[in-house]
């Protein structure tokens, strides 16, 4: 009996000539899974459609001539053409969810699946902001909850919870530090902000109003206290400083440089963008911190980065507190949690600078991060730095002899580690690394920032990686770096494997194509 | 005329109290293609060390500081449309902004063209 086989082979055949991929062709152009897409509307075509509707009932037009004369221009598809345009399009992402990040919680780390399942929660998701209070008791309760843990966390003594986002919480510390000099008479103009900052600071400072004057890095890449000190004056109303830093280094003088502002008369904006690296290790309200933005969607793996809002809660001094923007979570005698608002603000908060936001923030948000928190505990949270500090370490560490860290010799990185493109030949730099990663099956890691470094590379790899997950990206960084090294002319078109090759990123920037034209040859478009 | 140099990579083209401020061959270099390039106002008023313009390239955004005080009287305008002349000719075609000099006594604190080579080969 052969009956299942039949005609089918089962098994292949012996000496089969393979030839090279490059010389086989396909009818579609497409390979395998890898589909060359078209746009949308290239694929559309006025005979399909995706619904059914009903002829317009014929009606008196009272639009007085302003009835859209031209075809509305709406691609024609079918539903299950629609989805497989979208999800084609989706498989050519890289994710968190495909491999290993380089970027880090600076974009994206993981984002542990009970987050999503305790967002879902009904109480939590269905319900409306204008809702009566006694009917979310458990969600003024969550947030309340979350305020007390970001507090404990940073040893301040205040938060506003309703910020959306890192520089979203940026402004808002901004302004609460203006709102403390204007109530003691005594408003200042200039913001000071290191080359080691992040680069929303002194965009945050431009748009709070301020005259922003940058402070240099030292040799080791940490802020210069001394130039630092030597620019206070009576003018500053404060710095803004990263830390850890753009560099991936703690700033071991931040408690001399809050000294020093405070001494001056100044305030402390500390961006906590980098909070992932220290969480549970440090307090920033120990180094004289006098407000901070906790990006959750970083810190505590809420989703961004296309996935999901940010939210960037802000914790302030004691200095601050009063100023800080309605609304606020307050649990009273009764054990009940009540949102103060502009209504009953007076005898509670009066000196608040306003609001930022019209209600009170990411609510999904907050739950995901109270559930990474609770989930994790004290000690959990403690090694999700220790460890994330590590695996940067470990990169640093495992790549310091190839490529050039350029401040590998003052010590252990912090969350990220940083490189520069010192040593490449042949005319070879970052770029061209970046995109022989993308044919090795990684996303590159950030790259030309910070400014401080020739050609930065600066990897972050969270806490969430294996050794041998971080094993098999080290081999593949390595391999492309000698490649780089010995001046490999294929680097220069890479990548290679990808649906796109290199791309005219200089065209794209001069001359960028924002709108689809409308080829003339093109069928008319469905009405 | 005289031309000048900045440890920022600016030159500066002197021709009586003119003065033509562009970035150097160097700086254009370093930057990577331009992609685009903000100059200042006709009619601003810049004290030395002011942030005069913006140069942009595909890796980075960088500020072009005014080497010299003066008002700025007339513009590259040609920047605008493109850009990549800041690339293929950095110290000719590529200028930025020309104005008028209040203090010609600034000029002296600024590099001649063999001492920004020098100071370009110790980088």
Redesign the interface.
Same mark, same amino acid.
Do not use: K
């Given at each position: 009996m052969n009956m299942l086989s039949e005609g089918r082979p089962t098994k292949q055949e012996e000496n089969l000539t393979m030839p090279t991929q490059d010389a086989i062709t396909t009818h579609t152009g497409n390979r395998a899974l890898m589909v060359d897409e078209p746009l949308i509307f290239e694929t559309g075509s006025p005979d399909r459609s995706g619904v059914d509707l009903p002829d317009a009932p014929e009606v008196e037009s009272r639009l007085g001539g302003l009835d859209r004369k031209a075809p509305i221009g709406v691609p024609g598809l079918s539903e299950a053409e629609m989805v497989r345009h979208y999800t084609r399009l989706s498989r050519q992402n890289y994710a968190i969810d495909v491999g290993l990040f380089p970027l880090g919680s600076c974009t994206m780390k993981h984002n542990p699946r009970l987050n999503e399942k305790m967002a879902r929660l009904k109480g939590f998701a269905d319900i409306h902001p204008m809702q009566p209070m006694e009917s979310v008791q458990g969600a003024l309760e969550l947030i309340h909850e979350l305020a007390e843990w970001l507090k404990l966390l940073t040893g301040m003594p205040a938060v506003a919870m309703s910020p959306k986002a890192g520089a979203h919480g940026e402004l808002c510390g901004i302004l609460a530090i203006r709102s403390a000099l204007e109530a003691r008479g005594d408003a200042r103009e200039v913001i000071l902000v290191p080359e080691s900052a992040h680069g929303t600071n002194p965009a945050t400072a431009a748009f709070a109003g301020y005259k922003v004057e940058d402070i240099p890095a030292n040799s080791n890449g940490r802020v210069d206290l001394e130039a630092l000190k030597a620019r206070l004056g009576p003018d500053v109303a404060g710095v803004m400083i990263t830390n850890p830093n753009t560099c991936g280094l703690f700033e071991p003088d931040m408690k001399a440089i809050s000294d020093a502002v405070h001494a001056a008369g100044g305030l402390v904006y500390c961006d906590g963008a980098n909070f992932n690296a220290i969480v549970g290790k440090v307090r920033p309200g120990d180094l004289g911190v006098d407000a901070m933005h906790i990006n959750l969607h970083k810190t505590f793996s809420t989703p961004h980065g296309g996935g999901g809002p940010g939210s960037g809660p802000v914790v302030f001094s004691e200095a601050l507190a009063p100023f800080a923007p309605l609304p606020i979570v307050e649990k009273m005698d009764n054990g009940h949690f009540h949102l103060i608002e502009e209504e009953t603000a007076e005898e509670h908060h009066s000196s608040s600078f306003g609001r930022m936001v019209a209600f009170h923030g990411q609510m999904g948000m907050f739950t995901r991060a109270l559930t990474y928190m609770l989930s994790h505990g004290a000690d959990g949270l403690k090694q999700v730095s220790e460890d994330a500090v590590l695996n940067a370490n470990y990169i640093l560490r495992s790549l310091d002899d190839i490529l050039e860290a350029p401040f590998g010799k003052s010590g252990p990185c912090m969350h990220e580690a940083l490189f520069s493109d010192k040593g490449f030949t042949n005319g070879l730099g970052t %770029?061209d690394l970046a995109k022989g990663m993308i044919d090795e099956g990684y996303h590159p890691m950030t790259m030309?920032?910070p %400014?401080v470094v020739h050609g930065a590379m600066l990897v972050e790899p969270t806490e969430t990686e294996s050794k041998a997950a971080i094993d098999q990206f080290v081999g593949a960084f390595r391999s492309v770096a000698e490649r780089a090294k010995a001046g490999d002319e294929l680097l220069k078109s890479a990548p290679h494997f990808a649906p796109r090759h290199r791309l005219d990123?200089?065209q794209a920037?001069?001359k960028p194509a924002l709108v689809w034209t409308e080829p003339e040859d093109f069928a008319e478009a469905a009405e | 005329m005289s031309r000048y140099f900045t440890d920022e990579h600016e030159w500066v083209e002197v021709e009586g109290d003119t003065a033509t401020v562009g970035i150097t061959d160097y700086a254009q270099e370093q930057l990577g293609d331009i992609v685009f390039v903000e100059v200042p106002e006709v009619g601003t008023e810049l004290e030395q060390g002011d942030d005069a313009a913006v140069v942009e390239s595909v890796k980075a955004a960088s500020d072009v500081y005014a080497a010299v005080s003066g008002e700025v009287i007339e513009v590259n305008e040609a920047l605008e449309d493109e850009p990549g002349l800041v690339n293929s000719s950095a110290e000719e075609d590529g200028w930025f902004f020309r104005l008028t000099l209040s203090d010609k006594e600034e000029l002296e604190e600024l590099m001649d063209e063999k001492a920004y080579k020098a100071f370009v080969d110790g980088l």
């Open positions: %770029l030309y920032f %400014l990123e200089t920037a001069r | -």
